[in-house]
């Protein structure tokens, strides 16, 4: 008769991918996202913005969910969540000399 037997670091381990997954995939997101809430709050009215796309523009109206956003072709009407964070912030920094 064979026993098999339970490794007594089982239960440790398991604790232990519970906290990596909170603070290495979870936390991250939740901020990300935070982040992200407060950018599409902050719009407003001639803001220099950047889509996932990557179109450049200037915001011409804000509403609710969408946006005007004025280019060198003319105007679009875009969801926000067309807008990136990352690359429109990139794109209002000063240039470093």
């Not at 407003?44 to 996932?52: E, F, M, N, W, Y």
Request: charged share 25%.
């Amino acid at each position: 008769m064979i026993v098999l037997q339970e490794s007594p670091m089982s239960p440790i381990f398991l604790v232990i991918m519970a906290i990596f997954i909170v603070f290495f995939m979870i936390i991250p997101q939740v901020k990300r996202s935070r982040n992200e809430k407060k950018f599409k709050e902050s719009l407003k009215k001639g803001t220099k913005v950047v889509t996932t796309g990557g179109i450049h523009g200037k915001l011409v109206e804000v509403n609710e969910g969408t946006v005007m956003v004025e280019t060198n072709a003319g105007k679009l009407l875009l969801e926000k969540s067309a807008l990136n964070i990352e690359l429109t912030k990139k794109y209002n920094e000063p240039e470093k000399k």
